[in-house]
């Protein structure tokens, strides 16, 4: 029996930038599995964790976490772009990522200065036990966005409920 794992694999691909000038405070991130506009859609809003060991341990523990968000989608081949809490340094490109598919509650504030914007709130998920839920839970692949039979979709006739205009009657 296979464990579940609650988020998807991503590919951090540069900065965001022009011809000659890098923006570092956006990143661009590869989500695998996701080849156009449509399918990204789903990870807008989604919390993207950069998870790295450094040399020398804090509070126990030598593994780190860059907290970022996905704040839109780059492009029409499922690239989204995302900010992080602290900008991902350039020797992090072609690293991977893990793109949170928990249904952690958005925050009020939609400041990306804010505080809390891009951390997950304590009371609900604190980045210790996030890494440990991703450390126990590895394997099993979640699909990407769920979408319904066609068929299994309600079909509504919007004609019914439209008013008539007052070109259409007849007086």
Known sequence: MGSTR???KGRVLSHQRGK???RPH????????????????FYLGKRIAYVYRAKTEVRGSKIRVIWGRATRVHGNNG??????????????FGASVRI?????PLP???????PHFL?????????????????????TRLTPPYRPPADALPVHDLSATRPKSAASSPI
Not at 26 to 41: H, I, M, P, R
Not at 127 to 136: D, M, T, V, Y
């Open 6 to 8: 609650l988020y998807a």
């Open 20 to 22: 000659r000038n890098t």
């Open 26 to 41: 956006t990143s661009l991130v590869q989500v695998e599995g996701v080849a156009n506009k449509e399918d990204a859609q």
């Open 79 to 92: 690239v989204v772009r995302a900010k992080f809490r602290h900008n991902l340094p350039p020797h992090v």
């Open 100 to 104: 949170v598919r928990l249904p952690l």
């Open 108 to 114: 009020v504030s939609h400041n990306l200065h804010h």
């Open 119 to 139: 951390l997950p709130p304590t009371s609900f998920a604190s980045p210790a036990l996030l890494l440990s839920i991703f450390s126990r839970l590895r394997t």
